[in-house]
């Protein structure tokens, strides 16, 4: 029986705590014991139970244990800056929802800095042997991020927000579906009427930037508007300025977009003006949607993915706490405000 589990676990998620516990036919909390307390468990049950993780190539959650039995109760996470020109506020709803969920675990977060990802590492594993923090939140996590791998290496408990392109099978993470927040603003752009549809976005190399203009690409390709929306795709940095100068370009085209999916509200703000400048009503002449659902975009009337930044707080706390391991990925949802809510132009 356990054979045929572990082969059809390795086929999906990995083995967790419950799916041990299925197997051997005891209590999830007689697992945690075996790991945790073994002097508690019968000797044969911890004999069944220690064969039963072996055959399924469970790995306990280091984090939930760090933070479970350790008197600090603290979780580090490294802070970043804020790119210059940005207008995304999500990054501070990110920091208040992770606050404020530790907050109900009765766990608090010390913060640092680090110049890049090597030293992230260098300094999270110094905090975890002085025992300054028990298990780490990860952000901003690259397709080829160094990070993961070299914590697991290093055994330092962490919980990631977002996921690498391999291995995340490997570790416990929480993601937003980008690609399903693109389409959905494609879909509705398609379904006010809306053809040639332009994407504004960051250029190639960076996970939720890929992401997001996959998002775009797939969905044009659904809706079969392949030709409509041939060289409408334009890229730049996370600013309206940049963003505008790409806008620019696009409306030049003899066959300009009647729409525009931006990968950031920054990058939708940029979009906006351009449009203004070029004479068009944003909302009449032209749909514009944005991501993330920043106060900017609110004040500017600008439809935008709402990202479920409290539920990813949550998440990750539960997930640090051992409630759930392995991935999660989560959905966000378009706020559709008055800068595409009209029919597309005739």
């Not at 044969?44 to 984090?63: C, H, S």
């Not at 397709?143 to 690498?164: K, Y």
């Not at 190399?205 to 690409?217: E, N, V």
């Amino acid at each position: 029986m356990a054979d045929e589990a572990r082969r059809e676990m390795n086929a999906a998620a990995p083995p967790t705590a419950t799916d041990v516990a299925k197997v051997a036919g005891v209590s999830r909390q007689t697992v945690a014991n075996v790991i945790q307390a073994p002097h508690r468990v019968r000797p044969e049950t911890r004999a069944k139970v220690e064969a039963i993780i072996e055959q399924l190539g469970y790995r306990p959650n280091r984090a939930a244990q760090a933070l479970k039995f350790s008197a600090s109760r603290t979780i580090g996470f490294r802070i970043q800056p804020i790119a210059p020109g940005a207008l995304n506020s999500m990054y501070d709803r990110f920091l208040h929802a992770l606050a404020e969920a530790g907050h109900e675990a009765d766990r608090q977060f010390l913060i640092y800095t680090a110049p890049d990802a090597a030293a992230e590492i260098e300094v999270t594993q110094r905090l975890h042997r002085s025992g300054s923090a028990d298990a780490f939140v990860l952000y901003d996590i690259a397709a080829d991020d160094l990070r993961p791998a070299a914590l697991l290496d290093l055994g330092v408990p962490f919980v990631a927000f977002g996921r690498t392109d391999l291995g995340g099978e490997t570790y416990t993470w929480i993601d937003v579906d980008n690609l399903a927040g693109i389409a959905s603003a494609v879909d509705h752009l398609v379904h006010r009427g809306h053809r040639r549809i332009a994407f504004v976005g960051w250029p190639d190399g960076t996970t939720i930037g890929d992401r997001r203009a996959r998002g775009w690409r797939d969905a044009v390709a659904r809706h079969g508007l392949q030709a409509d929306c041939a060289g409408l795709d334009a890229r730049c940095d996370d600013s309206a300025t940049a963003a505008a100068e790409q806008a620019f370009g696009l409306l030049s085209r003899a066959q300009p977009p009647t729409a525009f999916v931006a990968a950031t509200d920054t990058l939708a703000v940029g979009v906006m003006r351009a449009c203004q400048r070029w004479g068009l009503d944003v909302g009449r002449d032209v749909a514009i949607t944005g991501f993330d659902d920043t106060p900017t975009a609110a004040a500017l009337e600008l439809s935008s993915i709402r990202q479920p930044i409290e539920t990813v707080g949550r998440a990750l706390m539960s997930a640090l706490l051992g409630e759930h391991e392995g991935g999660q990925l989560l959905q966000p949802q378009l706020v559709i405000r008055a800068s595409s809510a009209a029919p597309a132009p005739r």
